[in-house]
């Protein structure tokens, strides 16, 4: 009879407790949402820190800002799934830059000048690809030998000194709008929900989440792990074209300077939002949530004036959170101090 008592008192207390005073439903609430809840905060604090935030104008501004990194998160998310990284996407983006004001110059119809240019940085991704498959490089040494060699590329292909882009087709292609959307957003949300659809739904999407989780399983089951891979690497070199076609037409210009740090951005955006750096696990829109997210902290200082060098600080900061929340120790750590402080 004390028995059965004891146990009614133990349902009643976790009944009126529910699920979320749990400390491991606090870390799961934590975890699945904290993307969301991260971007609500910085909404409000935009607000409060400037009145033009929430302006129409300076949305607008934030999302076609973020359209050129987002394209480059998606294709590094692909990469960071199979536990890889790809530190080249912004020197191949500025390599994609020269080609289209190279190619239109020549006067090239624009449909040829997007294809060779696509082309280009995907074989840069194809590269790549050999170089980690076959060549035993680890991807973070073989990507960042090619982010020196396709910004040293870019230099020589235009001579030395940046190339306009003038062609009012090419320009109104990729800077004009839909309905009042921009085009760049609009191809933005297509690559975005294509590849959701390949990542969810298609075998080779299923199989990079195998490889990324346990490779040396994945190969003894025989999936083609090194077919794979590589396709991976020429898709985030595909996509680093595909954002090189935009920040030409954006910048009006071709040059080797142009996306310097984009590498960085397009890592974080994918780590922020979601992408383990232990592979396997991600979807590309949270990575583009992850980029919104860090699009909007980064207008919320440039609004209240605080230099580039110190925004460094904060973005590292996002970062270490949210790897801490997505990935390794930390959400068994969090949910050990939460049950330290309920004793």
Same mark, same amino acid.
């Given at each position: 009879?004390? %028995?059965?008592?004891?146990?009614?008192?133990?349902?009643?207390? !976790?009944?009126?407790?529910?699920?979320?005073?749990?400390?491991?439903?606090? !870390?799961?609430?934590?975890?699945?949402?904290?993307?969301?809840?991260?971007?609500?905060?910085?909404?409000?604090?935009?607000?409060?820190?400037?009145?033009?935030?929430?302006?129409?104008?300076?949305?607008?501004?934030?999302?076609?800002?973020?359209?050129?990194?987002?394209?480059?998160?998606?294709?590094?998310?692909?990469?960071?799934?199979?536990?890889?990284?790809?530190?080249?996407?912004?020197?191949?983006?500025?390599?994609?830059?020269?080609?289209?004001?190279?190619?239109?110059?020549?006067?090239?119809?624009?449909?040829?000048?997007?294809?060779? %240019?696509?082309?280009?940085?995907?074989?840069?991704?194809?590269?790549?690809?050999?170089?980690?498959?076959?060549?035993?490089?680890?991807?973070?040494?073989?990507?960042?030998?090619?982010?020196?060699?396709?910004?040293? !590329?870019?230099?020589?292909?235009?001579?030395? %000194?940046?190339?306009?882009?003038?062609?009012? %087709?090419?320009?109104?292609?990729?800077?004009?709008?839909?309905?009042?959307?921009?085009?760049?957003?609009?191809?933005?949300?297509?690559?975005?929900? !294509?590849?959701?659809?390949?990542?969810?739904?298609?075998?080779?999407?299923?199989?990079?989440?195998?490889?990324?989780?346990?490779?040396?399983?994945?190969?003894?089951?025989?999936?083609?792990?090194?077919?794979?891979?590589?396709?991976?690497?020429?898709?985030?070199?595909?996509?680093?074209?595909?954002?090189?076609?935009?920040?030409?037409?954006?910048?009006?210009?071709?040059?080797?300077?142009?996306?310097? #740090?984009?590498?960085?951005?397009?890592?974080?955006?994918?780590?922020?939002?979601?992408?383990?750096?232990?592979?396997?696990?991600?979807?590309?829109?949270?990575?583009?949530?992850? #980029?919104?997210?860090?699009?909007?902290?980064?207008?919320?200082?440039?609004?209240? #004036?605080?230099?580039?060098?110190?925004?460094?600080?904060?973005?590292?900061?996002?970062?270490?959170?949210?790897?801490?929340?997505?990935?390794?120790?930390?959400?068994?750590?969090?949910?050990?101090?939460?049950?330290?402080?309920?004793?």
């Amino acid at each position: 009879m004390q %028995t059965l008592n004891k146990s009614s008192k133990e349902e009643t207390s !976790v009944v009126s407790r529910g699920p979320l005073f749990a400390s491991s439903g606090i !870390v799961d609430l934590i975890k699945r949402s904290y993307l969301v809840i991260f971007l609500g905060l910085a909404v409000v604090a935009g607000a409060i820190a400037s009145p033009y935030f929430l302006t129409g104008r300076n949305i607008e501004n934030i999302i076609v800002t973020g359209v050129v990194v987002s394209i480059l998160a998606i294709g590094q998310f692909k990469v960071i799934v199979t536990r890889g990284i790809d530190l080249s996407v912004g020197s191949i983006a500025a390599l994609g830059t020269v080609m289209v004001a190279v190619l239109l110059r020549q006067g090239l119809p624009i449909p040829i000048v997007i294809a060779l %240019t696509l082309a280009v940085c995907a074989a840069a991704g194809l590269i790549n690809g050999i170089a980690v498959v076959y060549g035993g490089i680890t991807p973070f040494i073989a990507t960042f030998a090619m982010l020196s060699i396709a910004r040293g !590329v870019a230099y020589l292909i235009q001579v030395g %000194t940046l190339i306009e882009v003038s062609n009012p %087709t090419y320009l109104k292609l990729f800077t004009g709008s839909l309905l009042g959307i921009p085009n760049s957003v609009i191809l933005v949300i297509v690559v975005m929900l !294509v590849t959701a659809f390949i990542m969810k739904y298609t075998t080779f999407g299923r199989q990079l989440y195998a490889i990324g989780g346990n490779p040396e399983a994945a190969r003894l089951s025989g999936l083609p792990v090194n077919r794979n891979l590589i396709t991976t690497y020429v898709i985030s070199g595909l996509f680093s074209g595909l954002a090189g076609l935009i920040l030409a037409a954006q910048l009006q210009q071709g040059s080797s300077l142009l996306a310097k #740090g984009y590498e960085l951005n397009a890592i974080a955006s994918a780590v922020v939002g979601g992408t383990s750096l232990f592979g396997g696990t991600g979807n590309p829109i949270s990575a583009v949530i992850g #980029g919104l997210l860090i699009g909007i902290i980064s207008n919320i200082m440039n609004l209240v #004036g605080i230099l580039p060098e110190p925004q460094l600080i904060v973005l590292g900061l996002v970062i270490l959170i949210a790897v801490f929340f997505t990935g390794g120790e930390g959400p068994k750590r969090l949910n050990k101090l939460i049950k330290w402080f309920r004793r």
